[in-house]
């Protein structure tokens, strides 16, 4: 390799390497489920065995998301066992390939290596994207599948982009709240006819359709699954199963301890707790072990800003690059709002989180034009990496004393 491409992909190969690591190390820590991998962990370890959700018990067991995710996570568990490690490492090797992702869309709507690398680094420097790599959930299957179609727009693999949200959403239905706004990114509506639509509709609406049905094939080829005989053939079945899945969403509306209304996620009004313990041997009168799902705070607190100019910015130049942005933010954020009697988490900002990063990115390329912006965004990624160690015990379980963790609750509403 010439000099001249090991000073090109130096940089990002360090900071895969950084994210990687952090995402693998210590990754069976701490034992047992933790938070929602009581469900997903164990129903990975069914469809992996059965081919379908069962319980300890052998009975069908009614779930309320698609299987991608779940199958991803038994992935993991069949090559490593159903431990710790096999429950979370493919969450750690799809978060980490989601920094690379980020640099080749941020590449690609920029033409920046500078930008690029800006953009890796950020994300492999957010603390809910750290935690959400270390934990066997769903939501960075989906924040992954979000990225990657939008990057398949960006190389104008439109076919393949309908296939990803299709993953997207047989990851979770959300992933299907983007499909309105991946049509309206790839129609120029001056020059469209009528078989533009109906190609469109093909690739974000029938292509999309068809990968989630293809997704359950494990219920429709085995008898055993969750109202599999509920109806006269699968398909009526499978239409009863998923009305009650709407159902169980829809009346979903239980207080909980870390809910956290949508308004609340950019400023990280109430992050979700997944583990805390007060460990009886430690050096200090009293520790505190916890996972915290949360998002390094000087990153999103800023991308708050960033949001507003790349708005500001698209009102008063309306160019592609801020609608591709804006358009990721909207489809992962605004229909939320929608649902405001439902019991919502912050964890599930995840998704946005790489158009957050990207109208940094954004407004970091407008402020180029700048005398000495680069020393700027230099420092800013300084004090992002500072604020992300400082809260880095509580981000992966380690122990430290407990005035140290009371230090790191900057609001009552962190506890």
């Given amino acids: 390799m010439s000099k001249s491409r090991l000073r090109q992909y130096a940089p990002i190969s360090l900071i895969i390497g950084f994210a990687l690591s952090l995402r693998l190390w210590r990754l069976s820590a701490?034992?047992?489920?933790?938070?929602?991998?009581?469900?997903?962990?164990?129903?990975?370890?069914?469809?992996?065995?059965?081919?379908?959700?069962?319980?300890?018990?052998?009975?069908?067991?009614?779930?309320?998301?698609?299987?991608?995710?779940?199958?991803?996570?038994?992935?993991?568990?069949?090559?490593?066992?159903?431990?710790?490690?096999?429950?979370?490492?493919?969450?750690?090797?799809?978060?980490?390939?989601?920094?690379?992702?980020?640099?080749?869309?941020?590449?690609?709507?920029?033409?920046?290596?500078?930008?690029?690398?800006?953009?890796?680094?950020?994300?492999?420097?957010?603390?809910?994207?750290?935690?959400?790599?270390?934990?066997?959930?769903?939501?960075?299957?989906?924040?992954?599948?979000?990225?990657?179609?939008?990057?398949?727009?960006?190389?104008?693999?439109?076919?393949?982009?309908?296939?990803?949200?299709?993953?997207?959403?047989?990851?979770?239905?959300?992933?299907?709240?983007?499909?309105?706004?991946?049509?309206?990114?790839?129609?120029?509506?001056?020059?469209?006819?009528?078989?533009?639509?109906?190609?469109?509709?093909?690739?974000?609406?029938?292509?999309?359709?068809?990968?989630?049905?293809?997704?359950?094939?494990?219920?429709?080829?085995?008898?055993?699954?969750?109202?599999?005989?509920?109806?006269?053939?699968?398909?009526?079945?499978?239409?009863?199963?998923?009305?009650?899945?709407?159902?169980?969403?829809?009346?979903?509306?239980?207080?909980?301890?870390?809910?956290?209304?949508?308004?609340?996620?950019?400023?990280?009004?109430r992050p979700t707790s997944f583990y805390y313990e007060n460990p009886g041997n430690c050096a200090a009168a009293s520790c505190s072990q916890e996972i915290l799902a949360i998002g390094t705070p000087v990153l999103w607190w800023f991308g708050v800003f960033a949001i507003a100019i790349t708005f500001g910015l698209f009102l008063t130049k309306g160019d592609r690059v801020s609608a591709f942005i804006l358009a990721g933010i909207a489809g992962t954020y605004l229909p939320w709002f929608l649902f405001q009697s439902r019991t919502m988490f912050y964890f599930y900002a995840i998704s946005i989180l790489p158009f957050l990063i990207l109208a940094l990115i954004y407004t970091f390329n407008w402020a180029m034009n700048f005398k000495d912006s680069k020393k700027f965004i230099y420092g800013f990624i300084f004090l992002v990496a500072l604020n992300f160690l400082y809260f880095l015990p509580i981000l992966i379980g380690v122990e430290i004393p407990y005035s140290q963790w009371l230090a790191r609750m900057w609001f009552p509403s962190w506890i």
């Fill in 30 to 269: 701490p034992s047992g489920y933790i938070f929602d991998e009581v469900y997903y962990a164990k129903n990975a370890n069914s469809l992996i065995s059965h081919g379908v959700e069962l319980n300890e018990q052998m009975n069908a067991e009614f779930v309320v998301h698609p299987p991608v995710g779940k199958w991803l996570i038994g992935i993991g568990i069949k090559l490593f066992g159903n431990n710790e490690f096999g429950w979370r490492v493919i969450a750690a090797l799809v978060g980490t390939a989601s920094v690379l992702m980020i640099y080749l869309v941020a590449q690609r709507l920029f033409n920046s290596a500078f930008l690029s690398n800006t953009a890796a680094a950020l994300m492999a420097l957010d603390g809910l994207h750290l935690v959400m790599s270390r934990v066997a959930l769903l939501d960075i299957f989906l924040m992954f599948f979000i990225l990657l179609a939008f990057y398949l727009i960006l190389t104008n693999n439109l076919w393949a982009s309908g296939v990803v949200i299709g993953l997207a959403g047989a990851t979770k239905w959300s992933g299907f709240f983007l499909i309105p706004l991946l049509i309206l990114l790839t129609i120029n509506f001056k020059n469209a006819n009528i078989f533009v639509y109906i190609k469109r509709i093909a690739q974000f609406v029938l292509v999309p359709s068809l990968v989630y049905l293809v997704s359950w094939s494990g219920w429709i080829i085995t008898s055993s699954g969750w109202a599999r005989s509920s109806g006269s053939n699968f398909l009526s079945s499978l239409w009863n199963y998923h009305l009650e899945i709407l159902n169980f969403h829809q009346g979903l509306t239980e207080k909980h301890s870390y809910a956290a209304n949508p308004w609340s996620w950019l400023v990280i009004g």
